[in-house]
């Protein structure tokens, strides 16, 4: 049988048709219109799976939060305009007649190291994905672990400083203001007096630059708290580093690991970065389908 | 048939013969005498079982960490002299014929409470027992979740602020150094001017002192934000709080959850007190056996 797993983005819509080894078949990109609906959005990826002529098993979909698992909706995400409220679990099982499963992109590209990435083979894996937001999965004999209210493994509410800065709701001293490319983007714009993203953070450290030097130091110290206090209550077997940043730097993982061990009372912890770089939202929805 | 629940403490060792519903049908206790070595000590525990009528399932030990869980030995708990590297399950089955399983007394408390306790009937516990120390335990399905070094539920070393100070070993800012009874005694003494204990300072507390008012806000504020660090990284369906400090002043874990929800992005979490005060240890120990 087959399968497809859909991978909603702020700016772009992205569905695939894959086998029951996870191997993309062939894919679909379209641009998330953000003067339409979600529903008129998801129509456009609607009429791809119609054209798929494969039998096909349901439906995986993996969408920025925050989501109501339980009921298949998108609740509000900032990125998502025109998404609010939306059914999305309900319309494609009306318009395609598929079984659908709905989780957030974090969780799916969590489940796809795990099950096919870099985790394959371990019981217990935590996922840290690193890029304007940060965030996180719970893998554990196989299965996401989504706590009570949904809430398991959203890490990057994780409060591990004093920090006072507060943004959108998110704690204050919790690692998305801390340790987040949000959070080098704030720091980085704050100290240089001039709008920065976190790739001309890297840039300018680099270049040798002390500030970002100083920047990069405290969000790799935040980090590196964030792994010790995800130790300290779920000691993984591996944590496996995406997102962007991660990817792109791969030395400043090493230093959050170094960091981190000055906390951490065992002899060592098993850090590997992703497998999956653009596809992982594909086939972590994919994997959803039961 | 019947087993044996063993609970090793600083000053007694206790042991009880339990049925299969973990009633407690008889038990035993003994001092922990501080110039004989754990053999020795347990020998006494030993003449208790052979001295047991029933047949036996076997025996199940709750001990003070650390403890080497895959080779079943005492490591160097501060409080246990003369037990370093003590091969107590070794020892207990050479001696008695029973097999025998180890584990701390915070996931051995958690286990009663999850299995037996305030957390029947919920999948997903956490056990957060407050009392000298801070202990933890997290029970996933009916089964502890130990991690991959043993570090799982081990909150006590858990960051949650840039307090700087740093007592044998746990991490500066952590919740030993900053939420437990430890910490309690530590700041009470410091700004008392004169050795005091969580027990001294509860009762300044009640008698409206402002100094044991400000210290109680620092150590729940910071507990606070372990329950919050712990909501996001596994979402528990209960949280059972027990040791000395929780269940002697249950006003205080009010306090605590009120400033955790500050962090908290749920509606409500599930916040209730321990069901079992001394004999968790016991029954506990017991609910190892398989």
Redesign the interface.
Known sequence: MYRIGIDIGGTQLRAALLDDDMNIIDSFKTINDRSLSGAANMDRIIRYIKSVDEPLQGIGIGSPGPLDLKRGVVVNPPNLIGWDGFEIVRYMEQKTGLKTWLDNDANVAGLAEALRGAGVGYE?VAFIGISTGLGGA?V?KGEL??????????????????DKYCHK?A?P?SLNETASGTAMQRLATERFGREMTPKELFEEFYKGDETAKKILEETSEALA?GV??????????VYVFGGSVAIHHPWYMDVVKKKAME????DD??IVPAKYDDDAGLVGAALLVK
Chains 1, 2 share one sequence.
């Open positions: 217990s719970y554990y672990i989504h706590g009570a209210h949904s809430c398991g493994a959203e890490f990057y509410n994780m409060i591990v400083n004093d709701g704690n001293g708290r010790a206090n995800i130790f300290y209550t779920i000691d993984p077997d906390y951490i009372t065992a912890i098993l």
